[in-house]
């Protein structure tokens, strides 16, 4: 099976780090220093188990490549729709393409159901390029529990003791290739999962990420710092209920929010949206926090707590010059 990690940063990195055990025929697209290192020393990813080293074949041209079966997309979401000829140029006839990523996916409603089957969202796809040159019939939904980071040019810190994806189809279809993926990362102590129902894993890490994302990007610190005050933890705990609200008007059971919320309460790991504000790195701001807001437009579910605090964080966001709301042009 070949498969291409396209974006082999922080959880890219760690998948194929785990991949390369395997009998995958495994390769990377990155770029800059961190590809130059991967080429030169190899792929590290430092792991509680110890660290991973292999040298995959790494490029920055996907055109060096072969058609895939599977290509696994862990770019940022505002970089998808530049990229997206170049995944369609990775495909075959029957290639699938999963997207690792934070926040409501490109294809949400594609195979939804109802009325809102097939609703395009233009934030996250301004002008169609992911609908269009890759296809939502390709897409596989992913959810990565990871808490990754590049620490140095070709080396990647996996900082759970225990690292989990859970990965499935829009139309909740059984597919076997997922089945093959799953066994062949599960050994290497990555858990994978695969589902009927996507979008409710989709919708129980947003949750967190709306809350610990916007907290994040307001105060530059990890939950555990910020949860342990009263007042914020109120408000967080108000934000999670809206965001259940959202999810279930949609058809979507993410679970109990609270559970979350305290597993969030004990992280010491600063959310990824933050990092790339410190880092003055493009920020996810459409694909976490905005889209979410327009789900619960249409879906009519008042969200005065999360309106404020999103606000307020894509206000950051645009006051460092990392976030141009599409909508707006």
């Given at each position: ?61 996907p ?60 934030r ?6 992911l ?58 102590g ?18 967190m ?108 966001a ?12």
């Open positions: 099976m070949k498969i291409c990690i396209y974006g082999a940063g922080a959880v890219g990195g760690h998948i194929a780090g785990r991949l390369a055990g395997s009998d995958a025929e495994v390769s990377l697209i990155a770029r800059g220093e961190h590809l130059n290192a991967i080429r030169q020393n190899g792929l590290r990813v430092e792991t509680h188990e110890g660290t991973l080293v292999s040298h995959p074949f790494a490029t920055d041209q055109d060096d490549l072969e058609a895939q079966d599977i290509v696994i997309v862990t770019v940022k979401a505002p970089a998808l729709p530049a990229i997206a000829k170049d995944v369609a140029g990775l495909l075959h006839e029957d290639s699938l393409v999963l997207f690792v990523m934070n926040g409501i996916p490109w294809w949400y409603f594609h195979a939804h159901g109802g009325d809102l089957d097939g609703t395009q969202l233009r996250i796809d301004p002008e169609n390029s609908w269009d040159h890759v296809g939502p019939e390709r897409a596989v939904g992913a959810v990565a529990y990871t808490a990754c980071s590049v620490i140095a040019p070709g080396v990647i810190r996996a900082g759970n003791p225990r690292n989990r994806l859970l990965v499935g189809r829009p139309d909740g279809r059984q597919e076997p290739r997922l089945e093959k993926l799953a066994s062949l990362l599960n050994p290497s990555l858990e994978v999962t695969v589902t009927s129902r996507i979008r409710d894993a989709i919708w129980t890490k947003l949750l990420n709306l809350i610990g994302g916007s907290l994040a990007v307001l105060t530059a610190s990890p939950m555990k710092n910020v949860l342990d005050k009263p007042a914020i933890a109120g408000t967080a705990k108000a934000m999670a209920d809206e965001g259940a609200a959202i999810a279930r008007a949609l058809g979507c059971e993410p679970g109990d929010p609270q559970e979350g919320l305290q597993k969030l309460s004990t992280s010491a790991h600063l959310q990824s949206i933050a990092q790339d504000l410190l880092a003055n790195r493009p920020m996810e701001i459409d694909a976490m926090f905005r889209v979410p807001l327009d789900l619960a437009e249409l879906a009519q579910v008042s969200t005065p707590n999360l309106d404020l605090m999103i606000e307020l964080a894509t206000q950051r645009r006051a460092a010059e990392l976030y141009e709301d599409s909508q707006a042009k």
